[in-house]
Structures are given as structure tokens and as C-alpha cells.
């Protein structure tokens, strides 16, 4: 049985229940294989909405529209509805609660029934209202916590697509050039690298006041020496997330960028020789704020997450986290410097939590000189 | 008031209720002009979900992450909830459920409730389960086919920058080049007219196999000289959507090639000419479809569908609608040409209905020379 499956169905067990129903886009991905479009949004053509119900004996079955019938997953069942036509009149909610009903009865969900809390759609009540429900969040996002050997594959080749946009943004940043026009290079790198579209979030950033404010997507803002840029690139490849930060100062870096820069690049440095089983989360967070605090600058932020089919999974690097760190997490750490007269400098890593320590999975340079 | 707040109280009543919750991303667009961001679907940073509660006396409520408590819009009272937090441990999602709780409450909701039914979740159902439901759908989408004047001016801003990009198109478009390497510079356009990121939706497609299957994203497929290509943009500005479609042949046109695109362009003229208040939208539809027939080719397509905050809005351009077309609607009018030998030619101009024909509101031209 596929390892996210059986762990899926942990979850749905440790939830006290028999069935689980997804909704959200990425439980559907992840118990099911199927990658839910997501790059524009809902959209006519990529497909309506989707459902996952997963038994605890193993059944794993799928609803999604014709347009996606054919996309790969492991679910040994799929009902497909109509989605966009044009030839006789359709309604594509109707089709798509009558497919989830069929699916439902095919299976015969009875029992206790785990949903996807956040997602579920009203519309599909019928389907449920005559058993007991409960929340499978707890238990499916400690489940998700620990990656499969699949799943490391995965998301080191986001992790290296994450990597090549980085390069490009090191090569792209020039004095005169807008942010659009440089995210437009960045973009296609790691796009071209995948040969596909791909959704992207992140921030790309430049100059003083913009940085250390330190969130924020690339507008017409053009870049001038001695701008100080940030460029978090998150590109989600075959259904998993890769993330990354770097931070640039466009020509030679002035002594106050560069004792920021050193600052953030210690705090990396201090996290990745820390990184291993055992560590308490919310004790790293304190030690790396800490690092930056020594240093003299502030730190408006949290220092990580968990990454996979969501971008932001838990846990996160945040102070309050008590969960310890375990084999096989995937995790982001991004200390941040932030300096309002100089600006900001985050440095993201993607880190994969090994027997004694961590690997780095991201395979981008810090700026050369730096 | 709003006309589109106005609009949404027309439909709410019309569903026979005395308020309507909408939580789709369209329907939270319209009903309030709080723009949901949608470009890399769920995001951590980009707010969670919302909630708008309309009051056919006027009052006009939203509900949103504290991240995008700021942004424009026109309700009257906002609650905001915490989203992206690291400081102290919160939990969005029970967040949202209390702020769409207190936002009822403050209210006064009553009586008969009208929900955006193919979006609503099972977690707001406490809010409105003591008070009986009707779907507002068939309703609000009839409400919302007749734009208003400022939402002319913002369809038209969203037509011009699909413009924008058509023409990078047709710049941008040389051999050697792969089509995502076009796709860039196209998108540049269109987001560098706007100064910001856009959600954006479409085809761009080589080759005579790829473009006589008229749909799909671009690829690493390389352009040779004679391939026919097909780019079909609709980004999404300040909340509405633009669309358009342009096609070219690299180098000079084959015989073949502009015999399908003359067969295409006259359908689009045709369609032009014959656009008016009056005019049954499914004949418009089948005299297209026979137009390019008498030409010799096919047609595996609608002829188009309005466009608003929704990128495929009712009515559609299908054979099967009895509805008329009427005096500000706007709509989308993409005939389509395909010959499995040659490839194949969409042409899509963006039309506003006025009193007495029509007013194209895309400004690009077709490829020189043809």
C-alpha cells in the first residue's frame, strides 16, 4: 500500500473513526496522488472540485471531473463527473454531489466519519449526516509530519526548481531592472526546468524600506545600486511545495549590509548544525531569535516550517512549538536580519531531518563576495 | 448604494430570503469589491477564508483575515480574525468560525438565509441552521450578467491588459524560442502594465497536433518556422477578469493556414455584426458554428460566455441558451477553426453589448499580413 495511504488511514484511526473524506486541495493530494490544480485559482477549465474517501481497510477512492480522469493517483476507485461542456446543458455542482454520492454508496461509508474540517462543503452533508463525525486534523497532520522516501524524492526536486529560480535571481538582479522583469526570469527558470507552469508564491523585494518590511510580491519598483533585495521563492512541483529565501545588494554590499548578511548567514549556519532528532522546536525558534538579537537587529517573524503537499505544515518553527524534531521532517529555516536603515536579509534552506542531523535539500550559493 | 451590493440584494430577494452568505471567491468579489486572492490558490500568506453577509436593507458585512483588514471594499462593517500569526499559538480556522459568528450576531441575521451553495462550508452551518436555506445562484447570476458602469470601466482595464499581452504575443513569437520563454514575456506584459502580479489563465500552444487540440499551458516545446500557435490570455485585474485569444503562424503563412484563420476571422466579424440587445444567444452560437462548418473545418467548442468577477460567467455562448442578449452584458465571442492537417485558429475579442450593437473593448489586431 502506498506509505501516505496507510498513513492517511493512521490518521483516520487515531481520529476514532472508520472513513475519511477530503476535501481541501492538498489532503486530496496527499491521500489520494492526484494534484489538485490550484495556479489560477478555480478555474472552468482545471477542473471542479474533488473528493478523497479512504476506508480504513485500504479503499481509496476518487471524485473529479472528466478533464482530470486520466491524471495520475493511486485511488483504486474514480468517479468521474462532467465538468466543462459545451454540447447539452450540464450543471457541474450537481453532477459533482451526485458523483460523490455515487462513490460514497459504492464504497458503503458507515461508521465514524473523518473529515477534513476546514473544506468540507455543506453540499456534501448527505452524504454524512447519519453517522458521527470527527475532525481528522490532529491526527493527519502529525501523520503528514513524517516524510515517505517518495516524498523526500518529491519535494528535493522542488527544492532543486526552488534552487535554479534562486540562481537566475542572483543573475537577473541588475540596477535598472524592475522587479516584474527580474520574478519574470526567476519564474522561468524554474518553470522551464519542469517544462510546465507551476504555481509560485514567495515575495520578491527590493530596497530599504521594502525589505525590512519584509513581505511582498515584485511590482514595477526599479532596482538602483545599493539596493538591498529579497527574492523567497516557493514553487509547487508535481503536487509538492519546494521554498527557499536569498537576499542580494545590487553592486558592492555596504559594511552595514554585510554585517546583517553575516547575521542571518550565522543564525542559517547555527541552525543547520542544530537540526536533528530529539531538538525541541520551540528551543531552536528562541536560540536563532536569540542569534539575531546579539547581533543588534530584529526578528518579526517565525523561524520556519514544516513543508510537503501544504506549504505551511506543521509544525512550524515558531517559540511556542514543544514537539521535538524527528527523522524524516522536512523543514524550512529562515532566520531573518532586519535593520530598518539598512533593510533585510532572510536566508531560507530546505532541510530534511536525518538520523544525526540534517541534509540540506536546497542547492543554491549565498550572493558571491558575501 | 453599490450597484453591485444593490444587484446582490436584488438576487437575495428574488431567492425569496431576507439575507445571503457568500464565501466563493467570485461571489465575495462581487457582493462586497473585496478582492480574494487566488494566483497560487490556498496561501498562507494570502488571507484565509472570507465571508460576506448581505442584508436586503443595505448592510453589507465581511469577514477577513487581519492581513487584508486594509483592502478595499465596500462593506460597512468588517471583523477581522488572526491569520498568519507566530507569536503566540492561534488557530485560523477556529478563528474564522468565531469573527462569521460575531459578524451574524452583530447582524441580527434572520429569517430566510441565502447561500452561495457550491461553496459554503459544513463549519459555518451553526450560523444558519435554526433558519431555512435557499440556493441564490439562479438569482445572483442573472444579477450579475448586466454590469454596471464602473464595472465596464474595470472590464475594460482588464481587456486592455489582455491586449497587452497579445501583442507581446505576437513580438515575443519566433522561432527557436520555447513557448514558455514566450509565455514570459507575455506575462511581463501584462503585469507590468498593472505593476503587480496577476492571476492569469489561458492556452499557449505550438505545433499542428497541440493546437488542433486547441487547450493546454505551454511547455519546453520549441517553436519551428511554419508551426500555428494559439494564445489565449485571461488575466484577472483589480478583481475582474480579462480574456482574448490571438493566433499566428511563424513565418510566412501557409495557404492552408490562412484559409483557416479567414474562416475564423470572418466568424469573429460575423459575430460582431451581429451582436445586439435581442438577439437569442444559442442562435448567435449555432451561426458561428455553421459559419466555420461551411468553411469545411471544425468547431469542438462553445462560442464563448460572459465574463466578470468570474472568468466564465453566465449566459454562455451555447446552443442550448434561449436567453437573449441584453443591453450591458459582457461577453466573450471565440470562434474557433480546426483542421487536424493544418493545426488550428481561435480568435476572441472581449464585446460590450450596448443599445444598439456592440463595442469591442481588447484593442489588439489580428497578425499582420493576414
Same mark, same amino acid.
Given at each position: 500500500m502506498n506509505e501516505r495511504l496507510a498513513r492517511t488511514i493512521a490518521a483516520i484511526k487515531a481520529s476514532g473513526a472508520d472513513w475519511g473524506l477530503f476535501t481541501s486541495p492538498d489532503g486530496v493530494a496527499y491521500s489520494t496522488g492526484h494534484i489538485v490544480s490550484i495556479e489560477a485559482g478555480p478555474s472552468p477549465f482545471a477542473g471542479g472540485p474533488s473528493l478523497a474517501i479512504i476506508g480504513t481497510d485500504g479503499q481509496c477512492g476518487l471524485v473529479v471531473t472528466n478533464l482530470e480522469g %486520466?491524471? *495520475?493517483?493511486? @485511488?483504486d476507485r474514480i468517479v468521474t463527473y462532467e465538468g466543462f461542456s459545451y454540447k447539452d446543458p450540464t450543471d457541474v455542482f450537481a453532477n459533482y454531489r451526485t458523483a460523490a454520492a455515487e462513490m460514497a454508496k459504492e464504497l458503503g461509508i458507515g461508521g465514524v466519519i473523518a473529515i477534513? +474540517?476546514?473544506?468540507? *462543503? &455543506?453540499? &456534501? &452533508?448527505p452524504l454524512v449526516e447519519r453517522f458521527s463525525r470527527v475532525s481528522v486534523e490532529p491526527a493527519f497532520k502529525r501523520e503528514r509530519a513524517i516524510k515517505s522516501k517518495t516524498e523526500i524524492v518529491l519535494l528535493r526536486e522542488a527544492a532543486l526548481t526552488a534552487s535554479a529560480g534562486q540562481r537566475a535571481f542572483l543573475q537577473a538582479a /541588475? @540596477? %535598472?531592472?524592475?522587479e516584474l522583469e527580474i520574478f519574470a526570469d526567476v519564474r522561468l527558470a524554474m518553470e522551464s526546468r519542469i517544462g510546465e507552469r507551476l504555481p509560485v508564491t514567495g515575495d520578491l523585494i527590493s530596497g530599504k524600506e521594502r525589505t525590512s518590511a519584509f513581505m511582498g510580491w515584485p511590482g514595477n519598483r526599479r532596482i538602483a545600486t545599493g539596493d538591498p533585495l529579497i527574492c523567497d521563492l516557493a514553487p509547487r512541483v508535481q503536487g509538492y511545495w519546494g521554498d527557499s529565501c536569498a537576499s542580494a545588494m545590487i553592486g558592492t554590499p555596504s559594511p552595514g549590509f554585510l554585517k546583517l548578511y553575516s547575521a542571518a548567514k550565522s543564525a542559517l549556519k547555527l541552525a543547520i548544525e542544530t537540526v536533528? *532528532? %530529539? #531538538?525541541v522546536i520551540g528551543a531552536l525558534d528562541r536560540s536563532l531569535q536569540d542569534h539575531i538579537h546579539r547581533h543588534g537587529y530584529s526578528y518579526a517573524h517565525h523561524s520556519g516550517h514544516s513543508i510537503g503537499t501544504g506549504v505551511h505544515e506543521w509544525p /512550524? &518553527? #515558531? @517559540?511556542? +512549538? /514543544?514537539e521535538t524534531l524527528k527523522k524524516d521532517m522536512v523543514i524550512m529555516v529562515e532566520p531573518t536580519a532586519l535593520d530598518p536603515d539598512i533593510g533585510g536579509v532572510r536566508l531560507e534552506f530546505m532541510l530534511h531531518v536525518t538520523d544525526d542531523g540534517c541534509e540540506i535539500l536546497t542547492d543554491f550559493a549565498h550572493q558571491p563576495g558575501i
Open positions: %486520466g491524471t *495520475p493517483s493511486w @485511488a477534513d +474540517e476546514q473544506s468540507f *462543503p &455543506l453540499s &456534501l &452533508l /541588475r @540596477a %535598472g531592472r524592475s536533528r *532528532p %530529539g #531538538v /512550524r &518553527l #515558531v @517559540a511556542y +512549538e /514543544r
